[in-house]
């Protein structure tokens, strides 16, 4: 039974306030997955029990448990979508289509603020977790192509640390696609108690961690059911491949010269 027909069936017999979430639900629909329990009684006007009380009539543990549920719905949906012979020409169109949308919603005034950032700050740190983990050392080693040098921190206790010590003059750049990855946020937090100035590179603007920031630069692709999806990875990396190139072509880097460094420091370790 899918949720849609699982709500239908059991919309008679809700409280009017359960039924408040029952529309907000087949409002956004598969959006809810991304919703938090605050969110929801900020848009319904109802109270945490009722939330609960609610998914626990419908069958399900929790709030959580009932995101779970429309998102395996709706994986499960697009996988069926996809399945055809030629899978391998819907990944790519997949990714293709990911870059464009990314590229969409850019906004210029925001990638040319953090690009100036990138030029006064003392000091640039990456944080990121898991896959944005990844993202993140491999800005830090993208920044070597403009003669940036930055500090890519994917541990929570080493990013508490450094937060601790930043001040006004640093800059902290946050991956995090969903917004809402609690170590990562609270690194973050504690950067923005010590006056660092913070770039953010994620999903949502309404986000935690977008909400702390200064500057934030969004991408397009949820991975609530998909985490380290390659779609999800390409869009970070857009972003962080145009503050790389919008630094090079603003502030006229030779990065000739600095790749020419770069390869002859490493050359000797090929082999032949």
Known sequence: MSFKQLLQDYYGILTKSEKKIADYITTTNEKIIHSTMSEVKQETGVGDATII?????????????????????????????????FFYSDFATNLAHTLKMTEKILDNHALDTAINLLSSAKN????????SGNTANDLESMFLRVGLQANASIDPHLQAQ??????????VIGLSLSGKTKDTYDSLKIAKQNQATIIAITNYL?????????????????EF???GSIAGKMSQ?????????GYEIKYNVDSLELREKVLRSIIDKRLE
Do not use: W
Not at 56 to 70: A, M, N, P, V, Y
Not at 237 to 245: R, S, V
């Open 53 to 85: 009380r609610f998914c626990q009539k419908l069958g399900f543990s929790g709030f959580t448990d009932l995101k779970i549920e429309i998102a395996k719905e709706d994986f499960t949906n697009k996988k069926k979508q996809n399945n055809s012979t």
């Open 206 to 222: 309404l986000s935690p961690i977008a909400q702390l920031a200064d500057v934030v630069l969004q991408t397009t692709v949820d």
């Open 124 to 131: 640039i740190h990456i944080f990121g977790m898991g896959s």
């Open 237 to 245: 990396l857009y972003i962080c491949d145009l503050l790389i190139k």
């Open 162 to 171: 450094i937060a601790s010590l930043l001040t006004k003059e640093d800059l």
């Open 225 to 227: 059911l998909d985490g």
